[in-house]
């Protein structure tokens, strides 16, 4: 009889639709995938996908949920398609996850790699979000390469835009203002009994828990990191321009995401660039093209640390 109270036989029989909106909300949060062009490709070699790659260089899988059963894997693969950059193959639903292109790139590299995915198929129609890295600094301020002063900002950012209008169902683009890194380590030898220790914050940028094991020797069986992707509201943090001072204080370096004003400067400005562009731009039959949204999110990149096991 107890058996009967956790089985649910006629779950077979819904509509597949329906079965797959059941699915759906065990599916994992939207995950980051951070893209770049491959330094290995070749002009004449390849298609556009040869000339990509994943920052994370390893083969990833369908998600743990495609292991349950026949029919949640069937319906895992209905949405989790495989995508290969130079060989690496990765398992992504493009209306979830999120393709990133962070600050590192220049600006050549970055409308390079814009320009790459746009010839894609399946992510020309499958992308719904794009996420562009910025760089901030507590002396520096929170930039985006694309604004330089030493950069035609009009032109690069009608490119841009001309690449963007490929995207068919793209919402928005998400401008990740501020990135951190949290850890989970923990102490340990072989043969010896393992001493955890929990570490208070040393930096707000970096949270750690250590739990590191010593035997380098399995230091490439690190778990892959996952990712959090928080949206920033800029008017939550409402603090004006600060003055101008050669002193900075206890609470602004302990405080090191960056400013509320900051984040909407930014934000206005890159919609103020948006629309110019697409106002002069012809990305359409019709001649009018509207833009998509822009967000602003801060990113956590959380790493599970190292030790023992089968790679996953």
């Known amino acids: 009889m107890a058996d009967i109270g956790y089985s649910f036989p006629q779950f077979s029989k819904l509509p597949p639709e329906l079965r797959d909106l059941i699915w759906g909300y065990a599916f994992p949060e939207a995950r980051i995938y951070e893209v770049l062009d491959s330094p290995c490709s070749s002009p004449s070699q390849g298609g556009p996908s040869a000339k990509l790659m994943f920052a994370d260089v390893r083969n990833e899988p369908p998600p743990a949920l495609a292991r349950v059963c026949r029919d949640s894997r069937q319906a895992v693969l209905r949405y989790y398609k495989p995508l290969a950059f130079s060989g690496i193959v990765k398992h992504i639903n493009l209306s979830r996850d999120i393709l990133l292109l962070d600050s590192y790139l220049q600006v050549r590299r970055l409308l390079k790699v814009t320009r790459l995915l746009s010839q894609i198929e399946s992510v020309r129609r499958g992308a719904s979000r794009i996420a562009l890295g910025t760089s901030w600094g507590l002396h520096t301020g929170l930039h985006l390469r694309l604004f330089h002063k030493a950069v035609r900002t009009t032109q690069n950012m009608a490119r841009l835009l001309e690449h963007l209008s490929k995207f068919t169902n793209l919402e928005a683009i998400i401008l990740v203002v501020y990135q951190r890194s949290a850890f989970n380590l923990t102490f340990s030898q072989p043969n010896r009994t393992t001493v955890p220790w929990d570490h208070h914050d040393l930096w707000e940028a970096y949270h750690y828990r250590f739990n590191v094991n ?99």
């Open 214 to 312: 010593f035997n380098l020797e399995n230091y490439w069986l690190r778990r892959p990191h996952q990712t959090k992707l928080v949206r920033y509201d800029p008017d939550v943090y409402k603090t004006e321009k600060p003055f101008v001072s050669t002193r900075i204080s206890k609470s602004c370096c302990r405080d090191p995401q960056p400013r509320g004003y900051q984040v909407r400067d930014l934000k206005r400005m890159f919609e103020k660039s948006l629309r110019s562009a697409a106002e002069n731009g012809r990305f359409s039959a019709a001649g009018l093209y509207e833009p998509p949204k822009l967000e602003t999110a801060t990113l956590t990149w959380i790493y599970k640390g190292v030790g023992y096991g089968d790679y996953p």
